[in-house]
C-alpha cells in the first residue's frame, strides 16, 4: 500500500461527482445511488413510509446529497422514543436540548463565511440548505435563518 496507486471505477466516480458539482459542500450521492433510489422508489410507491425517509435532498442543479442536518429531527424523535412520549415537530428542541445550540453554531460559521469571494458559492448553497431545513423541519424556524438571498432550491428525495 506505502508505494501503490488505487483506482477503479468507483474512485473515479466519486472524483467525476465531486469535480462537476463545483466542489459543493455536501455530501453528495453518485449516479448509480441517484438510480437505486427512483428504483427502490418506484418499487414502494404505495408503501406507508415512502417519501418519509428525509435522508436524501436534491438541489435545482441535480445534486443529490445527504440532509445533513437532519440528524437533529432523528435524535429528537429517539429521545421521544426513550422517554415514551409523543414526537412532534412542537417539541424538538424539549427532546433534543443541544439542537437550538447546534443550528446557531450552523447558522455562525455560514454568515461569518458569506462574504468570503473565494467561497461564496459554497456558502450561499449552504445558506439556501440551512433555511431550507429551518423552514421545513424546525418550529419557530425563522428565527434560525440566515439572511441571504436563496440561490438554491432544494426537494425531498428519500
Known amino acids: 500500500f506505502n508505494d501503490s496507486i488505487s483506482f477503479g471505477p468507483a474512485l473515479n466516480e466519486a472524483y467525476n461527482v465531486v469535480n462537476e458539482s ?13 438510480k437505486w433510489i427512483n428504483l427502490i422508489k418506484e418499487q414502494y410507491h404505495n408503501h406507508p413510509q415512502n417519501g418519509k425517509f428525509n435522508w436524501i435532498l436534491s438541489d435545482n442543479e441535480g445534486n443529490h446529497f445527504i440532509n445533513y442536518l437532519y440528524f437533529i429531527i432523528v435524535l429528537a424523535e429517539f429521545n421521544a422514543d426513550m422517554n415514551n412520549e409523543t414526537f412532534i415537530k412542537n417539541n424538538i428542541f424539549s427532546l433534543y436540548p443541544p439542537a437550538e445550540k447546534e443550528l446557531i453554531y450552523h447558522k455562525k460559521i455560514i454568515e461569518k463565511n458569506l462574504s468570503n469571494e473565494k467561497l461564496q458559492r459554497k456558502y450561499k448553497w449552504l445558506a439556501s440548505y440551512h433555511n431550507f431545513f429551518c423552514n421545513n423541519y424546525l418550529p419557530e ?3 434560525f435563518l440566515i439572511d441571504s438571498p436563496t440561490t438554491y432550491n432544494f426537494k425531498i428525495v428519500a
Do not use: Q, S, T, Y
Not at 463545483?22 to 441517484?34: G, R
Open 22 to 34: 463545483n466542489n459543493l459542500p455536501a455530501i453528495l450521492c453518485e449516479n448509480n445511488v441517484k
Open 141 to 143: 424556524g425563522d428565527r
